[in-house]
Nanobody, 121 residues
Framework: VQLVESGGGEVQAGGSLTLTCTTSGLIFGDYAIGWFRQAPGKEREGVACVSGDDIYYGDPVKGRFKISRDSTKDTVSLRMNKIIPADTAIYYC?????????????????WGQGTRVTVSA
């Protein structure tokens, strides 16, 4: 199983960015795919998660971020809008084998290597 994040970079506050998680080696429809982030000195926090038709967002990103999945490409994207400096972090995607979204990182069996997002004021 492999998850690879892409799309990170530097962006100005107020701008937009799209991250993509490309998966391989798993039955895509069986897994919940979550996006997490970790800022320097902080714990990893859940950002968004999709499982089938169910979608969840962490409170800090509600109304600004949108998660979507493409079953034809086995990818999950995270569209980040109205970006603020507090969104600066390394963003990870992760796969949860039971198909249930959770904000507990330990429930996710597979992780990508992360992609860095830096927001300038």
């Amino acid at each position: 199983v492999q998850l690879v994040e892409s799309g990170g970079g530097e962006v100005q506050a107020g701008g937009s960015l799209t991250l993509t998680c490309t998966t391989s080696g798993l039955i895509f429809g069986d897994y919940a795919i979550g996006w997490f982030r970790q800022a320097p000195g902080k714990e990893r926090e859940g950002v968004a998660c999709v499982s089938g038709d169910d979608i969840y967002y962490g409170d800090p990103v509600k109304g600004r971020f949108k998660i979507s999945r493409d079953s034809t490409k086995d990818t999950v994207s995270l569209r980040m809008n109205k970006i603020i400096p507090a969104d600066t972090a390394i963003y990870y995607c992760a796969a949860e084998a039971a198909g249930f979204c959770t904000w507990r990182p330990k429930q996710y069996a597979y992780w990508g290597q992360g992609t860095r997002v830096t927001v300038s004021a």
